[in-house]
């Protein structure tokens, strides 16, 4: 039977059609016009975290306004630089995931602890050491992706979202003692509409930017309101402000310090990884163990050069996470962009001023929108896993364990400090909890499965989206599941569109008998 050769213009078809990128794949670069909004979108949906910390421990060292002014720039300085470097990538740093860099809570109460016994200083000190453990032991902790299968990956994403919903309660209430004023409820329902119409009813170019919008709205709305945006501190804002590094003095090292903020560090490293797998799940471009490692170097990079100027440790911001989901805009250079704006407010305080001018209400109904997007990305993931009793007592202890101090944050208020700094996260012990369990309840659950049967075991069912895992080249050796061998037909299907092919129909290739 004759075979039937392509012609050589067929040939360059199919090649230009396989090297051609997506305009929304992770690494296109939309066009300025859009890029520019999607950044600022970015920046809004963060500001307000991104800002907490160094009010928190400035306040906590009674520092005055202006080293207050001073430690917010740095912060969003350094932000911008963390985050570009996550984003963009150069030799073994960067993910290259539409990922947002931001200084994490986990490390509040230990520095307000170092700087009221040893000073700023050893904070810094601390920061820059816990920055450098983090660059040394990121290719070792990757290797922890291979306890990261679906089952624990869905109910860490699930965990997020969940975990962060108190910060939208908190955006909402606004530290009133007494709960929030109804009118705070209603701007953050308002806002919350406002997305829910623009993504119904605008044209897909402003979908994009729904939260975006729905910001913008919600403030000019609040304008009418006595007291809903302060921008008081526009006119005293100074235009142009250069951060310098060592501007409280040169860093020291104090041995408690530093092991104290080591801890802090693994726990960053352990929330950063599910950040991580969890945008790599919804851009569909699944985290290889050695972009993890990539990823978690950045980290410490990140952390390093906060503690050079003056600020404090760096991790993945999960509320940016849900916004990647919610506009599904997936180009990792819109991170890139909202880096670049987030070094602009980090040297021009007025412009800092009018973006921290936004009402925390209105933060609080888009804080709705995208922590519940975090949630809802978990949940699809855990639909591609068979559920039986194990799996969802997996899920169902994770998610109970995660919740404690979200529901009852004095809950360990009486344990050693060590123990707050892991459990105090909803995310970390939920992560902790999940891959312990599922080490003990499908172990050897999973070995059977793949001995009896070569479709893949009950914790590692991946269907749809997210199994471009089995044959998507950046994940190549991960040890998430067995290596699975494509016929021609699937390599031909998957080499054609670049789509995710169908798992039920990959088959293990047969061992050779002389092997």
Same mark, same amino acid.
């Given at each position: 039977?004759?075979?039937?050769?392509?012609?050589p213009?067929?040939? @360059?078809?199919?090649?230009?059609?396989?090297?051609?990128?997506?305009d $929304?794949?992770?690494?296109?670069i939309?066009?300025?016009?859009?890029l520019?909004?999607?950044g600022?979108?970015h =920046?809004?949906?963060?500001?307000?975290?991104?800002?907490?910390?160094?009010?928190?421990?400035?306040?906590?060292?009674?520092?005055?306004?202006?080293?207050?002014?001073?430690?917010? /720039? @740095?912060?969003?300085?350094?932000?911008?630089?963390?985050?570009?470097?996550?984003?963009?990538?150069?030799?073994?740093?960067g993910?290259?995931?539409?990922?947002?860099?931001g200084?994490?809570?986990?490390? =509040?109460?230990?520095?307000?602890?170092?700087?009221?016994?040893?000073?700023?200083q @050893?904070?810094?000190?601390a920061?820059i050491?816990?920055?450098?453990?983090?660059?040394?032991?990121?290719?070792?902790?990757s290797?922890?992706?291979?306890?990261?299968?679906?089952?624990v990956?869905?109910? =860490?994403?699930?965990?997020?979202?969940l975990?962060?919903?108190?910060?939208?309660?908190?955006?909402?209430?606004?530290n009133?003692?007494?709960?929030?004023?109804?009118i $705070?409820?209603?701007?953050?329902?308002?806002?919350?509409?406002?997305?829910?119409?623009?993504?119904?009813?605008?044209?897909?170019a402003?979908?994009?930017?729904?939260?975006?919008?729905?910001?913008v709205?919600?403030t000019?709305? @609040?304008?009418?309101?006595?007291g809903?945006?302060?921008?008081?501190?526009?006119?005293?804002?100074?235009?142009?402000?250069l951060v310098?590094?060592?501007?409280f003095?040169?860093?020291?090292?104090?041995?408690?310090?530093i092991?104290?903020?080591?801890? =802090?560090?693994?726990?960053?490293m352990?929330?950063?990884?599910?950040?991580?797998?969890?945008?790599?799940?919804?851009?569909?471009?699944?985290?290889?163990?050695k972009?993890?490692a990539?990823?978690? +170097?950045?980290?410490?990079?990140?952390?390093?050069i906060?503690?050079?100027? $003056?600020t404090?440790?760096?991790?993945?911001?999960?509320? $940016?996470?849900g916004?990647?989901?919610?506009?599904?805009?997936?180009?990792?250079f819109?991170?890139?962009?909202?880096?670049?704006i987030?070094?602009?407010l980090?040297?021009?305080?007025?412009?800092?001023?009018?973006?921290e001018?936004?009402?925390?209400?209105?933060l609080?109904?888009?804080g709705?929108?995208?922590?519940?997007?975090?949630?809802a990305?978990?949940?699809r993931?855990l639909?591609?896993?068979?559920?039986?009793?194990?799996?969802?007592?997996?899920?169902?202890?994770s998610?109970?364990v995660?919740?404690?101090?979200?529901?009852?944050?004095?809950?360990?208020?009486?344990?050693?400090?060590?123990?707050?700094?892991?459990?105090?996260?909803?995310?970390?012990?939920g992560?902790?909890?999940?891959?312990?369990?599922n080490?003990?309840?499908?172990?050897?659950?999973?070995?059977?499965?793949?001995l /009896?049967?070569?479709?893949?075991?009950?914790? !590692?069912?991946?269907?749809?989206?997210?199994?471009?895992?089995?044959?998507?080249? !950046?994940?190549?050796?991960?040890?998430?599941i067995?290596?699975?061998?494509?016929?021609?037909?699937?390599a031909?299907?998957?080499?054609?569109?670049?789509?995710?092919?169908?798992?039920? +129909?990959?088959?293990?290739?047969e061992?050779?008998?002389?092997?």
């Amino acid at each position: 039977m004759a075979t039937t050769e392509k012609s050589p213009r067929a040939d @360059a078809t199919s090649a230009r059609k396989a090297s051609r990128k997506s305009d $929304n794949s992770v690494d296109a670069i939309p066009p300025i016009a859009r890029l520019f909004p999607l950044g600022l979108q970015h =920046v809004l949906a963060m500001y307000a975290g991104a800002v907490a910390v160094p009010l928190i421990v400035g306040g906590a060292l009674g520092y005055s306004a202006g080293d207050l002014a001073f430690l917010i /720039s @740095a912060d969003l300085f350094v932000a911008g630089i963390a985050t570009i470097i996550q984003s963009v990538g150069f030799w073994r740093f960067g993910v290259r995931l539409p990922l947002m860099q931001g200084v994490t809570f986990a490390a =509040v109460g230990p520095m307000i602890a170092i700087g009221q016994s040893e000073g700023i200083q @050893a904070v810094f000190g601390a920061t820059i050491a816990c920055g450098l453990f983090m660059i040394i032991v990121a290719p070792f902790f990757s290797q922890l992706l291979r306890f990261f299968p679906p089952i624990v990956t869905g109910t =860490v994403i699930l965990i997020i979202g969940l975990s962060l919903m108190r910060v939208a309660a908190g955006w909402i209430v606004d530290n009133n003692e007494d709960g929030a004023p109804p009118i $705070n409820v209603g701007f953050a329902f308002g806002t919350l509409l406002l997305i829910i119409l623009i993504e119904r009813f605008a044209p897909p170019a402003l979908q994009r930017v729904s939260i975006l919008l729905g910001l913008v709205l919600g403030t000019i709305a @609040a304008l009418f309101v006595p007291g809903m945006v302060d921008w008081s501190g526009v006119g005293d804002a100074a235009w142009f402000a250069l951060v310098t590094p060592f501007h409280f003095g040169l860093p020291t090292f104090q041995v408690a310090s530093i092991v104290s903020m080591l801890i =802090v560090g693994l726990v960053i490293m352990t929330e950063t990884t599910g950040d991580m797998i969890a945008v790599g799940e919804i851009v569909e471009k699944p985290v290889s163990r050695k972009q993890l490692a990539d990823g978690l +170097r950045a980290d410490g990079l990140g952390t390093v050069i906060g503690g050079v100027f $003056n600020t404090f440790p760096y991790t993945a911001f999960a509320q $940016n996470v849900g916004l990647v989901s919610l506009t599904g805009v997936r180009s990792r250079f819109v991170a890139t962009a909202a880096g670049v704006i987030l070094i602009v407010l980090g040297l021009i305080p007025k412009v800092s001023a009018i973006v921290e001018g936004v009402p925390s209400a209105v933060l609080g109904g888009a804080g709705i929108a995208l922590f519940g997007m975090v949630a809802a990305s978990g949940i699809r993931t855990l639909t591609k896993v068979k559920f039986n009793n194990k799996n969802v007592l997996i899920v169902a202890i994770s998610v109970g364990v995660a919740l404690l101090p979200t529901v009852a944050p004095t809950i360990y208020d009486q344990f050693p400090q060590w123990f707050t700094l892991i459990f105090d996260s909803g995310i970390s012990a939920g992560a902790i909890t999940a891959i312990l369990l599922n080490l003990l309840l499908n172990t050897e659950q999973m070995r059977e499965a793949r001995l /009896s049967d070569p479709s893949i075991g009950a914790s !590692d069912a991946v269907r749809g989206p997210a199994a471009a895992a089995l044959v998507h080249p !950046d994940a190549e050796g991960t040890g998430l599941i067995p290596t699975q061998v494509l016929s021609d037909e699937l390599a031909a299907e998957q080499g054609g569109d670049g789509m995710p092919v169908d798992v039920s +129909r990959i088959e293990l290739a047969e061992e050779d008998p002389k092997a």
